[in-house]
């Protein structure tokens, strides 16, 4: 779709299409790295795990920008930064977590339907 879209882009970015060979591989490499390989590991994992738990992993992707961005890149982080990972963090927990009530729900719908 990025290919069928680059002629269009020509008269608004002009000056992208000026810049050097080794640019234009590091923005090929930084698409294939952070776009193309999540989407195959994605795919992947959804033959071997239940599209539930599958989708959890796709959460930890803002998680996992933040760790890596503080661990190579050296960035600092403010409140805000911090709250939303903890907040990506307890959505994860609480949805993985069973409740009673869930789980007695679903032991009586098995019931009812056997």
């Known amino acids: 779709m990025a290919l069928l879209l680059l002629p269009m882009t020509y008269q608004t970015y002009a000056k992208a299409f000026t810049m050097p060979a ?3 591989l ?3 490499g930084l698409s294939l790295v952070g776009t193309v390989i999540p989407f195959f590991l994605y795919m992947s994992a959804l033959h071997k795990l239940p599209a539930t738990k599958a989708s959890v ?3 930890f992707e803002p998680f996992t920008a933040i760790v890596l961005s503080i661990v190579l890149l ?3 982080l403010n409140g805000m ?3 939303g990972m903890v907040l990506i963090l307890l959505a994860t927990l609480l949805n993985s977590i069973k409740l009673p009530l869930q789980r007695h729900r679903q032991l009586t719908e098995v019931d ?3």
């Open 81 to 83: 930064q911090y709250s």
């Open 22 to 24: 080794i640019t234009w």
């Open 26 to 28: 590091w923005v090929m």
């Open 74 to 76: 050296h960035q600092s």
């Open 57 to 59: 992993f796709t959460v």
């Open 112 to 114: 009812t339907q056997v």
